[in-house]
């Protein structure tokens, strides 16, 4: 059957495109609800568990090949200056140096927009300004040091509040601040002067840094033919088309793997330009090249989730929500473009009345990139901080508020059907499990007098529905073992043993006996692995190949056993018909290699329903108000995702969720010094990830119906969800148990006791953060 | 918050409280011998040379991980003498003569360590980047402690950072490991 065009609408990263889609062949029911099931919803070890216990899992950083040289990268020590002359005669003369490239001799590589990966001015500390091949990583090390470059530094801005000032540099011909997104429905802000009661506050989140533990990196081999490149990547794809583009090769020439990925959460999209370091080095010098960043690198040029600054007006009026206005902006540093946090303002609540404006903010500053669930991050901390102090003015409980506007089955910026929504059950499971008809308006006493305890919550809405192009080749040996191809990753999700369990579903064969091969640009095409996607796009064409597989083997045996195809089925390994049973490796032990071989492409998504992922998480919170820490005893996460393939590493997803969203909350924070533009804690010392000793207890659950409307699987991506609410849940709880509110991240003691110390002023806003 | 650095203080002290016979070495390449895994190499490297790369880069025991390479996420953690060290901040010049361990010790014979084991059926991580270093760690507190408390479990992981967020199935993998191992030794001691 010939593939048809037609349209289709996929959310990503908070926002909504509509495609084209080819289409082939019919989609699959998804499984019903109460669908007995061997593989599917049941807790799974991972099926690459082994290597990663045993150290036999290869990431790229230890790909080592024969000849392979190391490059590294000169960075700039100025935020801001044009580069005037670059002298390398000293670095090339060092024994060992193999090659050098800078501005001045580098070949045309587009790149973001630039016609070179090295800019004639330089941005920001750390901006790439040469590059530098050697035999080994120490002398390429040395060699940087030995390049004399004449810079004329220029004006510069760091900060995202000094940016937006009159007075700040300009960095661009239209300004540092530039609207990216605008949204109204009703009356707008104009409803807000129709409002009883009017509660107005600011609230500001600090730049996060990703600190994936696997730097980003590289290494690239050229045969003469083709090039081949290892990428700790989340998108082998994305790295295939930023080379197309930088190098002018064609698809057939590029060959991008990643095996084994030392975590990902946005920043590892594509192509960097030490990808194409060690490609234009591979080329040039005949050796394979490696570049891989150490964590100063990593922590200076490899992305961010912005700082924003927000200011919320909600009106009150008839016991409702009446009218919201929200104003964000957002330190996009050198990037392109900007995540909006006013994404969940505009889609969460059936409130009649919304006005957002998200404003982009340039410093000079290292680029943002996606950072797990961009934005609505950041702005569902701010949306539900101002609806809890809301909450507090009208005197009705932070949940009850929620609920009278959080029972909407359409969508409120669109009016059409959610596929399915359960937002309204998150609540009654969370609550139950945090024992919220424990709290009291003015928050409880701690485990010592000078400690006070809180309860809060927060609700989720992200998009996760997924969508085309995603495929899956299943090839069914002839021992009855199988083995998948899709073009998708695992970057530590779990998505190679989701895969497996999907086609073990399909084929009636056992996990074990699954083979999946993925993260190669020579299968076929798969997304990115982001915008909690890769279940909900990949696993439907994963279904549909292996049951393309199964009826191809049921045709087959058909012909050998001479049996009306009706009348045979696939059952554990087996096949079944009226007189008996028989394992697939028999029926087919005359065929030897004869394989067959199933396709399957993810089909498009529904037109008439609208697919979000909804979530709520609970805050229990201890705060020592003479030391100014919070504690935070238990989070409660209820997630409606649809199905759940596998529990275990579901809960994984969650736990690790909360756990970096409390990072976000309470310690993480990247300092840039305003007078130099350096970053002050690029490295894991000073910049503080949770370590074992911050987690509290977690408690992780499931609606787990599935979303029959959403796809043949029925679920939703967890990627995100579980990462959006904590933070604001967390502040709610602060303040509840306080009496007073925090609007900064992160909620440093320091913060807390300046909080309690201004109790009665106004606006508690800590230092801007950079 | 406790900071990740407090492993690497009491290994630092540990290796300080035993120093090699002061003889100067250098800058360029020495011989040192080391016994990696039960097995004996002389390596030919700059006394520089950090333990981390001299397992990576010289003799392909690319388990241990390099993530900071200045002391500060555990990643890279071996057993030097039995304990837990950060192998970016020791020398291998330093090691002549006391058993290095890494991860690729851990199941020569093919079967899983219990505690790798106990890793897999607990899902205690997700990108495994940080894995080798958690289960050096968690192998050093289980050869000294056969019976940890939970706390004990999250004191010997306190310096291995794990950014996909893995912790709470990282501190159940290594309390049920405990629970095996202990089990395991208690049947061997009621059959003798």
């Given at each position: 059957?010939?593939?048809?065009?037609?349209?289709?609408?996929?959310?990503?990263?908070?926002?909504?495109?509509?495609?084209?889609?080819?289409?082939?062949?019919?989609?699959?029911?998804?499984?019903?609800?109460?669908?007995?099931?061997?593989?599917?919803?049941?807790?799974?070890?991972?099926?690459?568990?082994?290597?990663?216990?045993t150290?036999?899992?290869?990431?790229?950083?230890?790909?080592?090949?024969?000849?392979?040289?190391?490059?590294?990268?000169?960075?700039?020590?100025?935020?801001?200056?044009?580069?005037?002359?670059?002298?390398?005669a000293?670095?090339?003369?060092?024994?060992?140096?193999?090659?050098?490239l800078?501005?001045?001799?580098?070949?045309?590589?587009?790149?973001?927009?630039?016609?070179?990966?090295f800019r004639?001015?330089?941005?920001?500390?750390?901006?790439?300004?040469?590059?530098?091949?050697?035999?080994?990583?120490?002398?390429?090390?040395?060699?940087?040091?030995?390049?004399?470059?004449?810079?004329?530094?220029?004006?510069?801005?760091?900060?995202?509040?000094?940016?937006?000032?009159?007075?700040?540099?300009?960095?661009?011909?239209?300004?540092?601040?530039?609207q990216?997104?605008?949204?109204?429905?009703?009356?707008?802000?104009?409803?807000?002067?129709?409002?009883?009661?009017?509660?107005?506050?600011?609230?500001?989140?600090?730049?996060?840094?990703?600190?994936?533990?696997?730097?980003?990196?590289?290494?690239?081999?050229?045969?003469?033919?083709?090039?081949?490149?290892?990428?700790?990547?989340?998108?082998?794809?994305?790295?295939?088309?930023?080379?197309?583009?930088?190098?002018?090769?064609?698809?057939?020439?590029?060959?991008?793997?990643?095996?084994?990925?030392?975590?990902?959460?946005?920043?590892?999209?594509?192509?960097?330009?030490?990808?194409?370091?060690?490609?234009?080095?591979?080329?040039?010098?005949?050796?394979?090249?490696?570049?891989?960043?150490?964590?100063?690198?990593?922590?200076?040029?490899?992305?961010?989730?912005?700082?924003?600054?927000?200011?919320?007006?909600?009106?009150?009026?008839?016991?409702?929500?009446?009218?919201?206005?929200?104003?964000?902006?957002s330190?996009?540093?050198?990037?392109?473009?900007?995540?909006?946090?006013?994404?969940?303002?505009?889609?969460?609540?059936?409130?009649?009345?919304?006005?957002?404006?998200?404003?982009?903010?340039?410093?000079?500053?290292?680029?943002?990139?996606?950072?797990?669930?961009?934005?609505?991050?950041?702005?569902t901390?701010?949306?539900?901080?101002?609806?809890?102090?809301?909450?507090?003015?009208?005197?009705?409980?932070?949940?009850?508020?929620?609920?009278?506007?959080?029972?909407?089955?359409?969508?409120?910026?669109?009016?059409?059907?959610?596929?399915?929504?359960r937002?309204?059950?998150?609540?009654?499971?969370?609550?139950?499990?945090?024992?919220?008809a424990?709290?009291?308006?003015?928050?409880?006493?701690?485990?010592?007098?000078?400690?006070?305890?809180?309860?809060?919550?927060?609700?989720?809405?992200?998009?996760?529905?997924?969508?085309?192009?995603?495929?899956a080749?299943?090839?069914?040996?002839?021992?009855?073992?199988?083995?998948?191809?899709?073009?998708?990753?695992?970057?530590?999700?779990?998505?190679?043993?989701?895969?497996?369990?999907?086609?073990?579903?399909?084929?009636?064969?056992?996990?074990?006996?699954?083979?999946?091969?993925?993260?190669?640009?020579?299968?076929?095409?798969?997304?990115?692995?982001?915008?909690?996607?890769?279940?909900?796009?990949?696993?439907?064409a994963?279904?549909?190949a292996?049951?393309?597989?199964?009826?191809?083997?049921?045709g087959?045996?058909?012909?050998?056993?001479?049996?009306?195809?009706?009348?045979?089925?696939?059952?554990?390994?087996?096949?079944?018909?009226?007189?008996?049973?028989?394992?697939?490796?028999?029926?087919?032990?005359?065929?030897e290699?004869?394989?067959?071989?199933?396709?399957?492409?993810?089909?498009?998504?529904?037109?008439d329903?609208?697919?979000?992922?909804?979530?709520?998480?609970?805050?229990?919170?201890?705060?020592?108000?003479?030391?100014?820490?919070?504690?935070?005893?238990?989070?409660?996460?209820?997630?409606?995702?649809?199905?759940?393939?596998?529990?275990?590493?579901?809960?994984?997803?969650v736990?690790?969720?909360?756990?970096q969203?409390?990072?976000?909350?309470?310690?993480?924070?990247?300092?840039?010094?305003?007078?130099?533009?350096?970053?002050?804690?690029?490295?894991?010392?000073?910049?503080?990830?949770?370590?074992?000793?911050?987690?509290?207890?977690?408690?992780?659950?499931?609606?787990?119906?599935?979303d029959?409307?959403?796809?043949?699987?029925?679920?939703?991506?967890?990627?995100?969800?579980?990462?959006?609410?904590?933070?604001?849940?967390?502040?709610?709880?602060?303040?509840?148990?306080?009496?007073?509110?925090?609007?900064t991240?992160?909620?440093?003691?320091?913060?807390?006791?300046?909080?309690?110390?201004?109790?009665?002023?106004?606006?508690?806003?800590?230092?801007?953060?950079? | 918050?406790?900071?990740?650095?407090?492993?690497?203080?009491?290994?630092?002290?540990?290796?300080?409280?035993r120093?090699?016979?002061?003889?100067?070495?250098?800058?360029?390449?020495?011989?040192?011998?080391?016994?990696?895994?039960?097995?004996?190499?002389?390596?030919?490297?700059?006394?520089?040379?950090?333990?981390?790369?001299?397992?990576?880069?010289?003799?392909?025991?690319?388990?241990?991980?390099?993530?900071?390479?200045?002391?500060?996420?555990?990643?890279?953690?071996?057993?030097?003498?039995?304990?837990?060290?950060?192998?970016?901040?020791?020398?291998?010049?330093?090691?002549?003569?006391?058993?290095?361990?890494?991860?690729?010790?851990?199941?020569?014979?093919?079967?899983?360590?219990?505690?790798?084991?106990?890793?897999?059926?607990?899902?205690?991580?997700?990108?495994?980047?940080?894995?080798?270093g958690?289960?050096?760690?968690?192998?050093a507190?289980?050869?000294?402690?056969a019976?940890?408390?939970?706390?004990?479990?999250?004191?010997?992981?306190?310096?291995?950072?794990?950014?996909?967020?893995?912790?709470?199935?990282?501190?159940?993998?290594g309390?049920?490991?405990?629970?095996?191992?202990?089990?395991a030794?208690?049947?061997?001691?009621?059959?003798?």
């Amino acid at each position: 059957m010939s593939p048809r065009v037609v349209k289709t609408r996929i959310e990503f990263e908070g926002e909504v495109h509509e495609e084209l889609a080819l289409v082939e062949g019919e989609d699959l029911a998804s499984w019903p609800e109460g669908h007995a099931m061997a593989a599917v919803g049941k807790p799974r070890r991972r099926i690459d568990g082994f290597q990663r216990v045993t150290g036999r899992a290869h990431y790229t950083a230890d790909i080592v090949l024969p000849g392979m040289l190391h490059a590294r990268i000169l960075r700039s020590p100025h935020p801001r200056a044009a580069v005037r002359h670059v002298h390398a005669a000293r670095a090339l003369a060092l024994p060992g140096v193999r090659g050098v490239l800078h501005r001045f001799n580098m070949p045309k590589t587009p790149f973001r927009g630039e016609d070179s990966i090295f800019r004639s001015e330089v941005r920001f500390v750390g901006d790439d300004v040469a590059a530098i091949a050697a035999d080994d990583e120490e002398t390429a090390e040395e060699a940087l040091r030995l390049i004399d470059v004449e810079y004329e530094p220029l004006p510069f801005v760091v900060d995202l509040e000094d940016a937006i000032r009159e007075d700040a540099p300009r960095l661009e011909e239209k300004g540092n601040v530039t609207q990216s997104e605008s949204y109204s429905r009703g009356d707008g802000d104009r409803a807000l002067g129709a409002c009883a009661t009017t509660v107005q506050a600011t609230y500001r989140t600090s730049t996060q840094l990703h600190n994936c533990l696997e730097t980003h990196g590289a290494v690239a081999s050229w045969d003469g033919e083709t090039l081949t490149v290892w990428e700790s990547t989340q998108s082998v794809f994305d790295v295939r088309s930023g080379l197309q583009r930088a190098l002018g090769l064609p698809f057939s020439k590029i060959r991008v793997i990643c095996d084994f990925m030392g975590g990902g959460f946005g920043s590892k999209g594509g192509a960097g330009k030490y990808t194409i370091v060690a490609s234009v080095f591979t080329r040039q010098l005949g050796h394979p090249v490696r570049c891989v960043f150490t964590r100063t690198e990593e922590n200076l040029a490899a992305g961010n989730r912005s700082a924003t600054l927000q200011h919320l007006r909600v009106g009150w009026r008839d016991d409702r929500i009446h009218a919201i206005e929200h104003v964000s902006y957002s330190n996009s540093g050198q990037g392109r473009w900007v995540a909006s946090p006013t994404g969940p303002t505009n889609a969460l609540y059936d409130i009649p009345h919304v006005s957002t404006r998200s404003f982009r903010v340039v410093t000079n500053a290292g680029a943002l990139s996606a950072f797990r669930a961009p934005g609505y991050v950041e702005g569902t901390f701010a949306l539900e901080s101002a609806l809890d102090e809301l909450a507090d003015r009208v005197g009705v409980d932070p949940l009850e508020i929620r609920r009278r506007h959080a029972g909407a089955t359409l969508d409120v910026q669109s009016g059409t059907p959610y596929s399915a929504k359960r937002l309204l059950e998150c609540y009654a499971v969370g609550a139950r499990e945090i024992g919220w008809a424990r709290r009291r308006t003015a928050g409880g006493r701690g485990s010592a007098p000078h400690r006070r305890r809180g309860l809060g919550m927060a609700s989720q809405i992200w998009g996760g529905g997924g969508g085309p192009p995603a495929y899956a080749a299943v090839h069914l040996n002839p021992d009855g073992t199988a083995v998948v191809r899709a073009g998708t990753q695992d970057i530590g999700t779990g998505t190679r043993t989701v895969i497996a369990q999907l086609c073990a579903e399909e084929l009636g064969i056992d996990v074990d006996n699954i083979r999946v091969l993925i993260g190669d640009t020579d299968a076929p095409f798969g997304p990115i692995s982001a915008g909690s996607l890769t279940t909900a796009s990949v696993g439907p064409a994963i279904r549909l190949a292996a049951a393309d597989a199964r009826s191809q083997l049921l045709g087959a045996a058909s012909g050998l056993l001479e049996v009306h195809e009706s009348e045979l089925r696939v059952e554990r390994g087996h096949i079944v018909s009226r007189g008996g049973r028989m394992p697939f490796r028999e029926v087919f032990e005359k065929l030897e290699n004869y394989t067959v071989v199933g396709k399957g492409a993810r089909h498009p998504n529904p037109e008439d329903a609208v697919l979000k992922t909804f979530g709520a998480h609970f805050a229990d919170v201890e705060v020592d108000t003479r030391t100014g820490e919070i504690f935070v005893l238990h989070i409660v996460a209820v997630h409606d995702i649809g199905r759940i393939v596998n529990p275990m590493t579901a809960a994984s997803q969650v736990e690790g969720g909360v756990i970096q969203a409390l990072g976000f909350a309470l310690t993480e924070e990247r300092v840039v010094d305003r007078i130099t533009g350096r970053v002050l804690n690029a490295d894991l010392e000073a910049y503080k990830v949770p370590t074992v000793r911050d987690v509290p207890k977690i408690t992780a659950r499931f609606i787990d119906v599935p979303d029959t409307k959403a796809n043949n699987i029925g679920s939703k991506g967890l990627g995100e969800p579980p990462i959006i609410p904590t933070a604001a849940a967390v502040a709610n709880a602060v303040a509840n148990a306080l009496g007073v509110r925090l609007r900064t991240l992160p909620m440093t003691p320091a913060r807390v006791l300046e909080a309690l110390a201004h109790r009665d002023s106004a606006d508690t806003a800590g230092p801007s953060a950079g | 918050m406790v900071g990740p650095s407090g492993v690497s203080l009491d290994t630092v002290s540990a290796m300080s409280a035993r120093p090699r016979p002061t003889s100067f070495v250098g800058p360029g390449p020495v011989d040192v011998a080391l016994d990696v895994n039960g097995r004996q190499v002389t390596l030919h490297v700059p006394p520089r040379r950090t333990l981390l790369d001299a397992l990576r880069d010289e003799l392909g025991l690319t388990a241990t991980k390099k993530v900071c390479d200045e002391g500060t996420c555990g990643a890279c953690t071996v057993l030097v003498d039995g304990r837990p060290v950060y192998s970016c901040m020791t020398l291998a010049i330093a090691c002549e003569g006391r058993p290095v361990e890494t991860l690729e010790s851990l199941n020569r014979e093919g079967a899983l360590h219990p505690l790798q084991r106990a890793f897999v059926d607990h899902d205690a991580f997700q990108c495994g980047f940080c894995t080798p270093g958690q289960l050096m760690s968690l192998v050093a507190l289980l050869r000294e402690n056969a019976a940890p408390t939970e706390e004990d479990v999250k004191r010997a992981v306190a310096g291995n950072l794990c950014r996909c967020g893995a912790y709470p199935k990282i501190v159940a993998a290594g309390l049920a490991a405990a629970r095996r191992t202990e089990r395991a030794e208690r049947l061997e001691r009621e059959r003798a």
